[in-house]
């Protein structure tokens, strides 16, 4: 049977320690989200099997830091910073030239990585059942 990730906070704290001060309470919901987005069950396709493969958990790890990426936004701001002024104060965003299915990846640096690292379990082939 393969390994499931357990999340470790204080580990998660370490590798991102920009968001060090997220709670225990935020953590555990961007966990939860994080494994509702990418497959953590034992017959998930993406690999773990520690101490050597850790796929799975860099990816996980890598949706959670941008879950909270995109939480220290605020109310209101999707996509990523397209212009800002400082007079009068005004932002606009833009969600760049991506496809629609990596538009909401895209829009932090951790989203992207996970989005890249996603990609041979994201494409492929047709199946005909039968």
Known sequence: MAAVVEFDPAAWRAAFPRYASATDDQLAWWWDTATELVDNGPRSPIPYDPPTVRTRQTILYAVVCHLAALDGRGDGAVGRVASAAEGSVNT???????????AWWAQTQCGATAWTLLKPWRTGGLYFGG
Do not use: P, Q
């Open 92 to 102: 606009s965003f833009d969600l760049g030239a991506v496809s629609a299915r990596a």
